[in-house]
């Protein structure tokens, strides 16, 4: 008779088993012991987290001055364009009425950005223009008497 009962259970016994194991695990891993990250990449933060680095590095700027650094630390979010990513970030601010300081840092470093491009781009040496040979004067003899 034992027998007839496990045959007649089939394998329920063992898909309440995996449920009961997934919920538990779940329910341990979300809110018993989450996942705690540390020291993550700028780059893998969510849009509005970056959006809130991008600002701080511009407060930073607009505090210091050190355009360098703000540049160094802009390259850590991986934008394909730095200043198109903070032109942006200040319209989007703009546009849903938000803090007017913050938009005008944003884009006091963003037209920073632009302005150092501008000034790598161009030569700083201005080139001289060949002389004209036509117009240099011929070597002299200077005659010395004995």
């Known amino acids: 008779m034992s027998e007839k009962n496990e045959s007649q259970r089939g394998p329920w016994y063992l ?6 194991g997934l919920v538990v695990g779940l329910i341990f891993s979300w809110f ?3 996942v705690e990250y540390k020291e993550t990449p700028p780059y893998s933060l969510r849009a509005d987290y ?9 407060i930073a700027y ?10 160094e630390r802009l390259k850590l979010l991986n934008d394909r ?9 200040a319209q ?11 938009a005008r840092v944003l884009s006091g470093l963003a037209s920073a950005l ?9 030569p700083l040496l201005t080139s001289i223009p060949p002389s004209d ?5 011929a070597p002299t003899q200077i005659l010395i008497e004995p």
């Open 15 to 20: 898909l309440t088993g995996v449920i009961l």
């Open 32 to 34: 018993v012991q989450p």
């Open 50 to 58: 970056k959006d809130q680095y991008r600002l701080m590095i511009s």
């Open 62 to 71: 607009s505090a210091n001055g050190d355009l360098v650094r703000a540049q």
């Open 81 to 89: 364009d730095m200043q198109q990513a903070l032109i942006e970030q």
């Open 92 to 102: 989007r601010i703009l546009a849903s009425e938000g803090n007017l300081d913050d």
């Open 114 to 122: 632009e302005l150092r491009a501008k000034m790598t781009q161009q």
């Open 133 to 137: 040979l036509t117009t240099t004067p």
